[in-house]
């Protein structure tokens, strides 16, 4: 099967193992990052002949046998016959092997490696039309034979990603994975924060003498602070821009993000409000994960 549309036949079964090849500049990277955000066990620029090793390994550490998958370049003449060896040798041992061919116009890659101002690999002393005409007829077998074709040259990052995600994902494909990380103002920003919300317009329960020892964990302190003018409305107005953010994430193919809530000390009001977050977004299906940078420090 050969198509330039990768979800236009997805199999009920994902491949046992899969190989992704094709030509430099065509996407191989980021096809292969997509792989390892749905799980798979990926490895990059692996030679030919360490296939079969590769796939042993990952049958004596129990890695799922539908998640493996290896990204395969030109570097030499005998390119396509270690290939088809390694391939071979594979379907003799009883893995059902891919192949995930991705390829581009020649202008498109001209383009593409003139913007990151690097030379193709097999360009030696000629132009970067030299080398991308010679690994084209090297690699000519491997795509009339490939399993999977996917043309990028009118494909964004994201979008290539997309295609990978609908015909490998399954049932599998990633949501948003969220960090949501509490965290006080007079200790710094979290340095790898994609968004920051600041709980400082509510009241600070650490001028409640009953309530300074305690943290935003604790049932008293959640309960004042939710109990307090705009809490449980900035909550529901939050809750409707996540959702939207979340959305336009997703397009874009961002499958990870860092939420901070901030307060002065990082103790009571973006712990209780870190919770509440993590726990709408959580019945959103959303993977959320919550912690608390700064509860013990002062």
């Known amino acids: 099967m050969s198509t330039t549309d990768a979800a236009a036949t997805h199999e009920d079964k994902e491949p046992a193992f899969v190989i992704v090849t094709g030509m430099s500049g065509a ?16 490895i990059d620029n692996l030679p030919p002949g360490l296939l079969f090793a ?9 890695l799922a046998a539908d998640k493996v998958a290896a990204v395969v370049d030109v570097r030499s003449l005998a390119f396509t016959t270690d290939l088809n060896a390694a391939i071979g040798e594979l379907e003799t041992r009883g893995v059902a092997v891919r ?10 890659l001209v383009r593409r490696f003139e913007n990151v101002r690097r030379p ?3 360009q030696g002393d000629g132009r970067l039309v030299d080398g991308i005409a010679r690994e084209r007829g090297i690699l000519r077998e491997v795509r009339a034979n490939a399993d999977l074709v996917i043309d990028t040259s009118s494909l964004n ?15 599998d494909r990633p949501g948003l994975r969220v960090n ?8 710094g920003l979290p340095v790898d924060a994609d968004l920051v919300v600041d709980c400082r317009f509510l009241p600070n329960p650490h001028w409640v003498p ?19 003018p705009g809490a449980k409305e900035f909550l529901d107005a939050y809750e409707e821009v996540l959702a939207v953010v979340a959305a336009g994430y997703a397009r874009e193919g961002k499958t990870y993000v860092t939420l901070a809530v901030g307060c002065t000390g990082g103790k009571h009001r973006s712990v209780a409000m870190s919770e509440q977050i993590g726990g709408r977004l959580r019945d959103r299906a959303m993977e959320v994960q919550v912690s608390h940078r700064d509860v013990g420090r002062e």
């Open 180 to 187: 949501v990380v509490s965290f006080g103002y007079k200790y």
């Open 27 to 42: 996407g191989r990277s980021t096809a292969a990052k997509a792989l390892e955000d749905l799980g798979w066990f990926v």
């Open 99 to 108: 192949v995930a061919f991705l390829e581009a116009s020649d202008e498109e």
């Open 210 to 228: 009953e309530l300074r020892p305690m943290n935003g964990l604790d049932r008293p302190v959640r309960d004042y602070v939710l109990s307090q």
């Open 54 to 62: 590769m796939a042993e390994e990952a049958g004596r550490v129990k």
């Open 120 to 122: 193709h690999p097999l």
């Open 157 to 171: 990052v994201h979008e290539l990603r997309g295609k990978i995600v609908a015909f490998f994902g399954g049932e």
